[in-house]
């Protein structure tokens, strides 16, 4: 297969995998935009964690917020649990990798705040932690998902939001990961300062 062949592919995949989830997450996104919003609007933060390239989903999500999406506003609440070398390693080194998000989820977590996590697999340990983290807190819990939803699935309690996209392959998942980050920022941006992208 030529690179132009194997390009297509992806894009042909990539543009399959965003048209199978958009009935499947269409409401629940517009659900997980409106939570978000309210929980801002109320002066609460989100605390937003992934591993790999759903850290850089963290990250993504939480610049949007705390900079601009496209309308310039204030800025709002929202902390990438990623973004802390000195906490990630100190955690790490002095206790397990799996502690990383759930000690910071205990620190800076109150009940009014939302944790939202980006897991494709589902399957790691320190989401797990962070997500039983704050559901001692009472935080709310908004997962973004791919392939079954693994372990994390089975910890999400029944106001949870779980954003799984049908989907097997992870660069899928990540690809329809990005839009919906997109939806959220103009749907938050819409809700509180009555403007669309």
Request: with cysteine; hydrophobic share 45%.
């Amino acid at each position: 297969m030529n690179p132009g062949e194997q390009i297509s592919q992806h894009f042909a995949r990539s543009q399959k995998a965003l048209s199978d989830a958009l009935p499947v997450l269409n409401a629940k996104i517009a659900n997980s935009a409106a939570a978000m919003a309210e929980t801002l609007d109320a002066g609460g933060k989100l605390l937003i964690c992934g591993n790999g390239g759903s850290a850089a989903d963290s990250l993504h999500l939480s610049s949007e917020l705390l900079n601009k999406f496209v309308l310039e506003r204030a800025p709002l609440a929202a902390i990438s649990l990623n973004s802390d070398v000195s906490a990630l390693t100190s955690i790490a080194n002095d206790f397990a990798f799996e502690y990383v998000f759930s000690k910071q989820v205990e620190a800076l977590g109150k009940k009014q705040d939302i944790l939202v996590v980006f897991t494709t697999s589902g399957n790691s340990a320190n989401i797990s932690r962070a997500i039983k983290s704050a559901n001692q807190i009472g935080m709310r819990v908004i997962a973004l998902s791919g392939k079954t939803g693994g372990a994390a699935a089975k910890l999400l309690l029944e106001d949870a939001i779980e954003l799984r996209v049908p989907n097997d392959e992870t660069a899928r998942i990540q690809e329809v990961h990005g839009l919906i980050i997109h939806c959220l920022c103009d749907l938050i941006d819409l809700q509180l300062f009555g403007a669309k992208a």
